[in-house]
Every structure is written in C-alpha cells, then in structure tokens.
C-alpha cells in the first residue's frame, strides 16, 4: 500500500528537524514527515561534533548564515520551550580565537575586514593581547590572533534534541526506518521508497541526510561533489587547571582545543580515506595533538585522556560549503547537505531558508542562492578557506 504525506525530509538530524520547524513555524498546514534511520542517534553527525558556534568566515554568505543562526541560538531556549519547558543548550559565548603566525597573519585581517562589513566584532590582536585571554599561552611563535567574544560553543546534542521535540509538538511526523531511494517519474519526485519496501508519495523531497546524502543521490544518477570524513575528538583532562575558561582555540596546525565541563576536548582534520568510520584511537591524540597542545599551553603536557569519539563529516570536495536548495535536473527535490563540519552551526538560518524557498518560491529573510547546486556547472564556487 501507498502512503501519501506532503514533504518528504530524508534525515531527522539537526538539518531536517529545523527545515521541518521553521516550515511549520512559518505557516504551512500540510504533513510533514521524515525520515531518520538512527532512532538513538547513536551515529549522527551534531551529537558527536565540537558544537563550536562562529561568525569567523572567509566567505561573505557564511558569515551572513553564522551571524542569524548565533542571534536564533542566543534566545533558543525560550523560542523552542515546549509546554514551558526551556530547550536549553548550554550555550557559553566563551569565544572563538584563531592563532596566527607571520604566515598566516595577513589572510586573518583581510577575514576581519570583511567580517566587520557584515558586523560581526571581530578584533585581530597582537601576541601580548592574546595572553589576557589565555594567561598560559606560549606566544613566542605566535604573531597574534583573529578574536570575537561573541562566538563560543554549545552542547549539539541538545541542540537537536531541542528542534526534534519542537518540530513534534508542531505536528511533524518522525518515522524511523531508513530509506532506499528517491522515487520519480521524468523530471518530477514523486516519493520515496524505505528499505522494508513501503512506499510514501510526496511532491517534495528534501535529502539532509548528511554524510549519506551522496549515497541516496547515486541511487538516482544524481551524483553531488561530497564525501563522508571521519573527525576524531578527544576528552581529556589536566593535573594543573587553566585561569580562565577557553574560547574554542585554533592553533596555526589547525589543531583545536576547548574546554567541555570541567575537563578539555582537542581536535583535528587528519588526512583520511572517504568512508563511513566511527573508530576512534588513542594514538591519534599522541600522534596528531599532544604535541601541539604541550606546545601551545604548557598545562596540557600531562594530559590525561577521558575518552575520545569519531563522527563525520560531509565534505564537499569542490568548496567546501553546503549544497542548498532545488536540484535542476529534478523538479520537486531539494538538497541541504556537504556542509563540511558546519551544519549544526548552519541549522537556523538553513531551515529558515529552505522554508522560505518552498512556501513563496524564493528566499527573503537571507539569500541562500550563492549556495545552489548550479554553482558546480556555472564555476561559481564559494571557496571556504577557514575550515577547522
């Protein structure tokens, strides 16, 4: 039998959960359901993330979407409080803080100036400026830093949560089963297909299913430029503690470090295969951070590992950014997926967006358009440069 329903999400993760929030929150009266194979949400990408939140973009159109979603993560406890019971998410605008060297110092005040266009209050400071933030940090290789005391860090997993239960107190209809494929007839979607072979018919079909968006394309012929990445994360712990509680910290290696409660998580994009891979190793710390960390704040020389975890990122091969909006070969389907370790950060102003595009046919509050699909065959990359 052949159900029906109005819009088909395929991913029920942060992504989903908020296109389906903000197209409910914004008017629209048929059903929504979606699709999400992980029931725990043991492999999602948001929960096993850094939960880092900034406006210290390269790109003109990922500073607009950080500068909306920071303001909507600001009062998001109280805007998705369900039955008076707040959604809190534990944001702490402790800050965001790249550390420069003489080689990478003039690409930091070019970043700045164009942040400060869009009016994110962002500074560049000197070496010395830097210790009045972290008193630890051993600055003598350093040249200084780019700093906004407005970014920070939150507990994703909340985050999702949060979307999730408000998206069903609106009517959103969550089904967890895993789908196949995308179902069409010509240029048209028609529907989905599950993979325990029930079929659901909808005129509209959104794929946020992250790092296996690409997989669910192929099976349509409509291959997209992103691949799944593992990302590991460490939780460790430290005999000496620091003065002050950290902003989320990149070192020049790319090397990142916060703090999470009472201990310390750390970071790193190491080079690996495409594929879906959720083993995290202890040797990673040894050999890709620990180094750097006793390097950078002498504190962490000692360091005691709490545990560790690996999540994935969806990374687009060609420009890093998120691949947003309709397809043009398939009238009907829309993509929200590739957003290369920011999705959860992106979430409001992509829901937003999405919503706005479906309901009135073009985007309004922020334009999403450099985004598109067509950006590949047209060679209108976005190139992000700041990637952690």
């Given at each position: 039998m052949v159900?029906?329903?109005?819009?088909?999400?395929?991913?029920?993760?942060?992504i989903g959960s908020s296109i389906a929030f903000n197209l409910l929150n914004d008017g629209f009266e048929g059903e929504i359901t979606l699709f999400e194979k992980d029931k725990m949400y043991e492999f999602a990408s948001t929960p096993r993330s850094a939960g880092g939140i900034r406006q210290l973009f390269t790109t003109a159109i990922n500073i607009q979407i950080s500068r909306y979603s920071l303001k909507k993560?600001?009062?998001f406890a109280e805007d998705m409080?369900?039955?008076?019971?707040?959604?809190?998410?534990?944001?702490?605008?402790?800050?965001?803080?790249?550390?420069?060297?003489?080689?990478?110092r003039?690409?930091?005040?070019?970043?700045?100036?164009?942040?400060?266009?869009?009016?994110?209050?962002?500074?560049?400071?000197?070496?010395?400026?830097?210790?009045?933030?972290i008193p630890e940090l051993h600055i003598d290789d350093l040249q200084g830093g780019l700093y906004c005391k407005e970014d920070g860090y939150l507990d994703p997993y909340s985050v999702m949560q949060g979307y999730i239960r408000k998206t069903r107190q609106l009517g959103g209809v969550y089904e967890y089963v895993e789908v196949e494929t995308i179902i069409k007839e010509r240029n048209r979607v028609v529907g989905v297909?599950?993979?325990?072979?029930?079929?659901?018919h909808a005129p509209i079909v959104i794929n946020c299913a992250g790092p296996w968006a690409p997989a669910l394309n192929e099976t349509i012929g409509l291959p997209i430029p992103?691949?799944?990445?593992?990302?590991?994360?460490?939780q460790f712990d430290i005999s000496e503690p620091l003065t002050n509680e950290l902003p989320l910290t990149i070192d020049p290696t790319g090397v990142y470090f916060r703090h999470e409660g009472k201990f310390l998580i750390a970071g790193y994009s190491e080079k690996v295969k495409p594929g879906i891979?959720?083993?995290?190793?202890?040797?990673?710390?040894?050999?890709?951070?620990?180094a750097v960390l006793s390097h950078r704040v002498p504190n962490f020389e000692n360091a005691k590992i709490i545990r560790g975890w690996a999540g994935m990122y969806s990374h687009n091969t060609?420009?890093?950014?998120?691949?947003?909006?309709?397809?043009?070969?398939l009238q009907g389907y829309y993509l929200a997926c590739g957003f290369s370790g920011h999705g959860m950060q992106q979430a409001p102003a992509v829901g937003k967006g999405l919503s706005e595009l479906i309901l009135t046919g073009a985007y309004e509050t922020l334009d999403l358009t450099p985004l598109c699909f067509e950006r590949f065959a047209n060679n209108k990359l976005i190139v992000e440069e700041a990637i952690v």
């Open positions: 159900k029906k329903t109005d819009i088909i999400i395929v991913g029920g993760g942060v993560y600001v009062t409080a369900v039955d008076s019971e707040k959604a809190e998410i534990d944001f702490k605008q402790n800050g965001y803080l790249f550390l420069s060297t003489n080689e990478n003039n690409p930091l005040i070019k970043q700045q100036q164009l942040q400060a266009r869009y009016g994110v209050p962002s500074e560049l400071l000197s070496s010395e400026e830097l210790k009045t933030i297909q599950l993979k325990n072979n029930e079929i659901y992103v691949v799944p990445l593992k990302r590991q994360i460490i891979d959720f083993k995290w190793s202890r040797d990673f710390f040894y050999e890709h951070l620990w060609l420009d890093q950014n998120a691949i947003i909006g309709g397809h043009p070969e």
